[in-house]
């Protein structure tokens, strides 16, 4: 039987009209946003993104990140290395030189604070009165509007900064509760324990939960929240397996597993999770914060980092620039990206200062994976190190794979400096140094 034309025709236009509609609202490419300034981490609040970085710069997109309002600026300023919202009319954005910047008015207007002399790398602030950062050689807390930071200490146990010294995720719940993940190492796969208090900084316990590994450590919806994976059935023959778990706190210390649905994070387990959700892969962000578990899904990209944030329609990181991209609701299994991003901790407490350019935030994570070749190989480079500390280029030589050589420079672009100062100015400079690392055959 021969078909009319005009049912071709028919069908050729739903073809069209099905990959635009895939277009715009599943994400089938990346913008790059042209910004004046060199952005370094980015949040959410509400229907808005928010990113921060040099010159001390504020900006706010409130159409899914395809333009971008500068609210605050200081020409060769500090760099801003976080920036959060604690409610919808309170955020801050903290950097080198211990600059703070709070907002009470939803970002209209943002007034400058001092937390000392030294470089804020993690802050969580609860309100204007009560916080918690990290300083490459301090956890300090407040609960007089940073009057006085004190740091957090447990008599109780003396040694905890000692045994885990990786400071990994600071959270501000509210007036009485704080509290710290530490890591025993750099990246988020190591052991950790917590820190607590509940009575605004005045005693701080340990927290421990068994059998578990945790990734993500933040607050959403009034809460604690904890991501990674949890060994079940150690006592049957063969031992236990790891699952994906998230449990949720209300004080720090009891803390029940979360009864949504986590099915989407067993091909590659949920990270680099925020109050949006996590990255259940890449291409895929799964929420289960809410009364029901949604997942949404993104085109993957290689260069994608643990430094995200999403609106109700797309999904933005921080790199080298500022990558976005659309997002929509799905019910399908994840398809195989790229690599998922593993969150690392800037560094650990009390490291010394090294000589020549000082890194205030150099995360490396040391053990990564290829499909054809494995072991322990050192990578030489050579880094490229802007007036303002920034890292404009990297050239790296010894790794044992395109895809090894890739993920190294990647993290190394990251990388920030303090600015190195010479005759009184600040200066350009090239680095020559080297990296050692583990490489896991996945194929």
Request: glycine fraction near 8%.
């Amino acid at each position: 039987m021969k078909i009319p034309r005009f049912v071709y025709l028919l069908v050729l236009i739903l073809l069209a009209a099905s990959f635009n509609s895939f277009t715009q609202n599943g994400g089938t490419t990346w913008r790059a946003s042209e910004l004046s300034f060199r952005p370094l981490n980015i949040t959410s609040n509400g229907s808005s993104l928010w990113v921060c970085g040099t010159d001390e710069t504020i900006a706010v997109s409130t159409d899914s990140g395809s333009h971008w309002q500068i609210k605050h600026q200081t020409s060769n300023g500090n760099l801003l290395l976080n920036i959060a919202f604690a409610t919808d009319t309170f955020g801050y954005a903290a950097g080198t030189g211990g600059l703070l910047l709070t907002t009470e008015d939803g970002g209209l207007t943002w007034t400058p604070h001092s937390t000392g002399s030294d470089v804020v790398l993690q802050i969580s602030l609860a309100d204007s009165q009560h916080g918690i950062i990290r300083t490459p050689g301090s956890l300090l807390f407040t609960a007089d509007g940073g009057t006085n930071w004190l740091p957090v200490h447990s008599a109780a146990n003396p040694d905890t900064l000692k045994d885990f010294p990786y400071p990994f995720s600071l959270v501000a719940l509210d007036t009485k509760h704080m509290a710290v993940m530490l890591k025993q190492g750099t990246a988020q796969y190591e052991p950790q324990t917590l820190l607590t208090t509940e009575d605004s900084g005045k005693s701080w316990q340990i927290s421990r939960i068994p059998n578990v590994t945790l990734y993500s450590f933040f607050r959403a919806e009034g809460k604690y929240w904890l991501v990674g994976t949890e060994v079940i059935h150690k006592d049957q023959p063969g031992g236990g397996y790891a699952v994906p778990v998230a449990l949720y706190s209300t004080d720090g210390n009891k803390w029940d597993h979360a009864t949504n649905d986590l099915s989407s994070c067993k091909l590659e387990m949920c990270v680099a999770c925020n109050p949006a959700g996590c990255l259940s892969a890449n291409g895929r962000i799964t929420n289960f914060l809410l009364d029901k578990t949604t997942v949404e899904e993104f085109l993957p990209n290689e260069r994608l980092t643990s430094k995200w944030a999403s609106d109700k329609s797309a999904m933005c990181f921080v790199a080298n620039q500022l990558q976005c991209t659309d997002i929509r609701p799905t019910s399908q299994a994840a398809r195989e990206g790229g690599p998922v991003p593993v969150a690392v901790s800037p560094g650990p407490l009390r490291n010394s200062e090294s000589q020549g350019p000082h890194c205030i935030s150099c995360p490396l994570n040391q053990i990564l994976t290829d499909k054809k070749v494995q072991g322990t190989f050192t990578i030489k480079l050579v880094i490229m190190i802007a007036r303002n500390g920034t890292v404009t280029g990297v050239e790296s030589d010894g790794a044992p794979s395109p895809g090894i050589k890739s993920q190294v420079e990647q993290q190394v672009q990251q990388w920030l400096f303090e600015p190195y100062i010479k005759d009184g100015t600040k200066v350009a400079l090239k680095l020559n140094t080297a990296v050692r690392v583990n490489v896991l055959k996945t194929g």
